[in-house]
């Protein structure tokens, strides 16, 4: 399985962004999805999950400004983030996993590539 993450860039604080990834697996039923970001000099952290029937999940200091989403039919996983700071700068990570969700970046075992957010203040 090949996740491919995209849309990434550099905004200015209290900005919008929406990544995308992508993947390869010709279904994801019964697959929860995640983002996760790492910052230069730091672990790889949780933001957010979506099981396979759209419940959700998010770290307390995204709740109320990113939203996660996921089209099955087109096995794509969105987060569409809003009111960006520059502590949300870093690489943010798709991950895949089957069964249900996981704030663990150790259970996941598909990764995409990443796509770097900036956001300057």
């Known amino acids: 399985v090949q996740l491919q993450a995209s849309g990434g860039g550099l905004v200015q604080a209290g900005g919008s962004l929406k990544v995308s990834c992508t993947s390869s697996?010709?279904?994801?039923?019964?697959?929860?999805m995640g983002w996760f970001r790492q910052a230069p000099g730091k672990e790889r952290e949780f933001v957010a999950a979506i099981s396979w029937n759209g419940s959700t999940y998010y770290t307390d200091s995204v709740k109320g400004r990113f939203t996660i989403s996921r089209d099955n039919a087109e096995n794509t996983l969105y987060l569409q983030m809003s009111g960006l700071r520059p502590e949300d700068t870093a690489r943010y990570y798709c991950?895949?996993?089957?069964?249900?969700?996981?704030?663990?970046?150790?259970?996941?075992?598909?990764w995409g590539q990443g796509t770097q957010v900036t956001v300057s203040s």
């Open positions: 991950a895949l996993k089957r069964g249900s969700t996981d704030y663990s970046v150790d259970s996941y075992y598909y």
């Open positions: 697996r010709s279904t994801l039923s019964w697959y929860s």
